[in-house]
T-cell receptor, first 113, second 116 residues
């Protein structure tokens, strides 16, 4: 079965400092992995996705993630946090059947001035 | 494209009433998903369709919930009768089997349901 574990439910950073949101995955085959972001009272927006091409994936708003098969990780990073990055972030793995996705529990990112 | 459209955006109803949530997927997408999001349980997949046919409804909580997709551009999620524990945000998402978009789901803004 495919699943993801987001290691932190809350992360707090100061504006201008790096962001690291951690995600480990479990999959019986080479998975597709995604990061989605949800701003308050909004729908989910795709940040980036990995589908067995380059292991370092660049997304929108300066975010990137690195697929590390040996560590079964797909951590999300950004060099410098902005106040507008405050949101809920979901790590996602493609599911067992068809195009269903399995979502992590989410990490709430707080950015302080 | 306008993206995934959901209506209503907010719904307040009383226990026992029927609730119908609506979704219009992105044109050309052949997969449609219904999710429910609560603080306690996070984001849960309720059901998904491929080419208007339900593929997996194992996430539907109970018989009070039903979903239909009569055509490629419209789907409904119905709760009858509604209960307070159904209060949540319900999201619709769609995706395409086109290789360029494979497995990427595009979400609507959600319907915030409150059952009193």
């Amino acid at each position: 079965a495919q699943s993801v574990t987001q290691l932190d439910s809350h992360v707090s950073v100061s504006e201008g400092t790096p962001v690291l949101l951690r995600c480990n995955y479990s999959s019986s085959y080479s998975p597709s992995l995604f990061w989605y972001v949800q701003h308050p009272n909004k729908g989910l927006q795709l940040l980036l996705k990995y589908t067995s091409a380059a292991t370092l994936v660049k997304g929108i708003n300066g975010f990137e993630a690195e697929f590390k098969k040996s560590e079964t990780s797909f951590h999300l990073t950004k060099p410098s946090a902005h106040m507008s990055d405050a949101a809920e972030y979901f790590c996602v793995v493609s599911g067992n059947s068809g195009y269903a996705l399995n979502f992590g529990k989410g990490t709430s990112l707080l950015v302080t001035p | 494209d306008a993206g995934v459209i959901q209506s209503p955006r907010h719904e307040v109803t009383e226990m026992g009433q029927e609730v119908t949530l609506r979704c219009k997927p992105i044109s050309g997408h052949d997969y449609l998903f219904w999710y429910r999001q609560t603080m306690m349980r996070g984001l849960e997949l309720l059901i998904y369709f491929n080419n208007n046919v339900p593929i997996d409804d194992s996430g539907m909580p109970e018989d009070r919930f039903s979903a239909k997709m009569p055509n490629a551009s419209f789907s409904t999620l119905k709760i009858q009768p509604s209960e307070p524990r159904d209060s949540a945000v319900y999201f619709c998402a769609s995706s395409s089997t086109s290789p360029a978009y494979q497995e990427t789901q595009y979400f609507g803004p959600g319907t915030r349901l409150l059952v009193l």
